[in-house]
């Protein structure tokens, strides 16, 4: 199959056979470079994922409100974006459970992405804010982040909070080859510069919002 994109969408494979079908399938696409996974998916899908995901060409992953149903499908999903060759680009949209951001963590280190992006990315407590940042200042390739939307304050103040704390965070900052919402940063210091901006720009878009919102309910009556 010549197949390059591929979305996924709440995929519930019955049975643990028909997730390794499924997964056997992507291996065998030689020219699949774009995989969305989108909302549900199950445990069974999450294991065969990790089994064989060296064997998977995808360059760019996009995870969109995805949805892992137990700690271990986590950490299996997330040992899977370890394992992947070629993968250099990954997205997470819409909220991500605490248990992913745990597992990205552990794992950060071995996972080699040199773009990533949070589109409107929600966590759903402080401490999978505190994870989730920790494994950005992990990542050993990341060079170009995007935090696209609105980012909650908690992850604003963690990411604000650790960027300045941890020894040796966002490595390639420091040697010049690091891009924040598409642009270039000098050094850490620039980079930690920028953060109050996108609290206030967190700070303008829910104002926006409110305003969108008290007008379309004004224009109801």
Request: charged content about 20%; aromatic content about 6%; proline content about 4%.
């Given at each position: 199959?010549?197949?390059?994109?591929?979305?996924?969408?709440?995929?519930?494979?019955?049975?643990?056979?028909?997730?390794?079908?499924?997964?056997?399938?992507?291996?065998?696409?030689?020219?699949?470079?774009?995989?969305?996974?989108?909302?549900?998916?199950?445990?069974?899908?999450?294991?065969?994922?990790?089994?064989?995901?060296?064997?998977?060409?995808?360059?760019?992953?996009?995870?969109?409100?995805?949805?892992?149903?137990?700690?271990?499908?986590?950490?299996?999903?997330?040992?899977?974006?370890?394992?992947?060759?070629?993968?250099?680009?990954?997205?997470?949209?819409?909220?991500?459970?605490?248990?992913?951001?745990?597992a990205l963590k552990a794992k950060a280190s071995s996972i080699q992405v040199q773009?990533?992006?949070?589109?409107?990315?929600?966590?759903?407590?402080?401490?999978?804010?505190?994870?989730?940042?920790?494994?950005?200042?992990?990542?050993?390739?990341?060079?170009?982040?995007?935090?696209?939307?609105?980012?909650?304050?908690?992850?604003?103040?963690?990411?604000?909070?650790?960027?300045?704390?941890?020894?040796?965070?966002?490595?390639?900052?420091?040697?010049?080859?690091f891009r924040f919402n598409g642009v270039a940063q000098d050094d850490l210091n620039?980079?930690?510069?920028?953060?109050?901006?996108?609290?206030?720009?967190?700070?303008?878009?829910?104002?926006?919002?409110?305003?969108?919102?008290?007008?379309?309910?004004?224009?109801?009556?």
């Amino acid at each position: 199959m010549q197949v390059q994109t591929l979305n996924l969408y709440d995929v519930e494979c019955p049975t643990p056979a028909s997730s390794h079908h499924l997964v056997e399938s992507l291996c065998s696409m030689p020219n699949l470079t774009n995989l969305t996974l989108v909302r549900k998916i199950n445990d069974e899908l999450c294991s065969a994922l990790k089994a064989k995901a060296s064997s998977i060409k995808v360059q760019t992953l996009k995870l969109d409100y995805v949805e892992c149903p137990t700690q271990a499908s986590s950490q299996h999903l997330v040992e899977a974006l370890c394992s992947l060759p070629n993968l250099t680009n990954l997205t997470l949209k819409w909220k991500i459970n605490d248990e992913l951001c745990f597992a990205l963590k552990a794992k950060a280190s071995s996972i080699q992405v040199q773009t990533l992006k949070l589109d409107y990315v929600k966590c759903p407590t402080q401490a999978s804010s505190q994870h989730l940042v920790e494994a950005l200042c992990s990542l050993p390739n990341l060079t170009n982040l995007t935090l696209k939307w609105k980012i909650n304050d908690e992850l604003c103040f963690a990411l604000k909070a650790k960027a300045s704390s941890i020894q040796d965070c966002f490595p390639q900052i420091r040697k010049g080859n690091f891009r924040f919402n598409g642009v270039a940063q000098d050094d850490l210091n620039s980079f930690l510069h920028t953060l109050p901006y996108l609290e206030w720009f967190n700070d303008v878009n829910c104002s926006s919002d409110s305003a969108n919102l008290g007008n379309s309910n004004g224009s109801d009556n």
